[in-house]
């Protein structure tokens, strides 16, 4: 049995911070109820490859979730949004500020009409201070919590990270939330509010950059390769470093290519073997033993030499041939992985992280799976809904409605935009 089963979902998220977060647990289970609004979520349309259908972007989001299209502008369409909160065990939303207040459903209202749910609401800022009237995209997001500061080269510009850390990364906060919320409500019968900011969550994710930033309070950072010094102030762009106790960096094999590169890790323990290893080969056959580098503390100052050696190393293999070579004397490492090279790789299959969908507007495609492996209840992967595919089953199934009543709201304009006027 899924995990989450029995457990329904009114999920009016929309973009990626929320699906991603709604898609998550439909994954375990939730029977999720993607409420939008007639013309559908943005992304449906958002960077198509295949004219008229669902774009990858919105369908690697909205896996396993039923669509109803409700115009909650409508007097109607608010009556099928409360009657489904009634049915509902958690509803979720990741509008910019005030988009549900002005719908006339605050958080109190919700939990008037419901007393157990539980409500989950993404913002780029939250509900207070002062940013918490501003819109929000991952890369707003990753700016403003740290990352972009911390990311890239002291001489260059800031960088954001391929890793979607704003919006999937709040996404998952709001799961591990939601779920408390969920069992909390269990036990009391009273839901509550659940709110996570992305800037917020980008915070938590820049955790240790926040470690560094205290430290540089009392002295520099020696395993930095860039300079550091007792107060400086913000925690520098490292580059590659390892930002933990122990050095590493990206080692560049041949033939050179933009993804050729080994991410080495020195670790304490192995410096003997890889020093024995590379050293002799670089014209350093003492290299293991040589004061400059046999302690940690000596090979943080020297850390330069330490990353030419292996560089000259490496150019001679190739990133795979690299790792092996590593792997044999226990070195933590890892060849950096293209999403080509991911595509294909026989252990991405083996885990089942890249999974074979089919679509009715699309054909087939493939959608990352799911990282969260319970062994009781194995996620099952189900395609994306079209717009509007459920919504007369959920108004059946889910609010008991008979198809007069079906009828009559939807010549209301329930779930539909409003005729556009004649010019
Ligand atoms: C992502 C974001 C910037 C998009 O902004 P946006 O496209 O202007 O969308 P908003 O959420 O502000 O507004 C949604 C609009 O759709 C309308 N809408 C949504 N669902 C509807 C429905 N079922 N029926 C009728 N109208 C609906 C809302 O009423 C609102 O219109 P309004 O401004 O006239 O009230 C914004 O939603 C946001 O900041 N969200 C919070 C942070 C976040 O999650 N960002 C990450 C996105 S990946």
Known sequence: MEALKGVRILDMTHVQAGPTSSQLLAWMGADVI?????????????LRDVPNADSLYFTMLNCNK???????KTPEGKLVFVDLLKKCDIIMENFGPGVLDRFGFTWEKIHEINPKIVMGSIKGFGSTGPYSDFKAYENVAQAMGGAMSTTGVP????????????DSGTGLHLAIGLLAALRQAERTGQGQYVEVAMMDGVMNLCRVKWRDHQRLMHGGLSEYSVPTSKGM?????AGNDSGGGQLGNAIKCKPGGPNDYVYVVVQEAVWDALA???GPEVGMPGLAKDPKYATIGER???QSDV????NQFALKFTKREFMAILSELDVPCGPIMSTEDLFNDEHVKGREMMVELDHPQRGKWWNVGMPIKLSASPAKIERSPTLGEHTDE???QVLGYDAAKVENLKKAGAFSLPPKKAA
Request: a positive charge; aromatic letters at 6%; glycine letters at 12%.
């Open 34 to 46: 993607k409420f939008e609004p007639p013309q559908g979520d943005a992304t449906r349309g958002q």
């Open 66 to 72: 039923r669509s109803i299209t409700v115009n909650m």
């Open 155 to 166: 001489d260059g510009p800031p960088f954001v990270t391929g890793a979607q850390i704003g």
């Open 233 to 237: 102030g913000e925690t520098p762009r």
């Open 276 to 278: 024995n290893r590379v």
């Open 300 to 302: 943080r100052k020297n």
């Open 307 to 310: 990353w030419a050696a292996l």
């Open 394 to 396: 959920v108004l059946n």
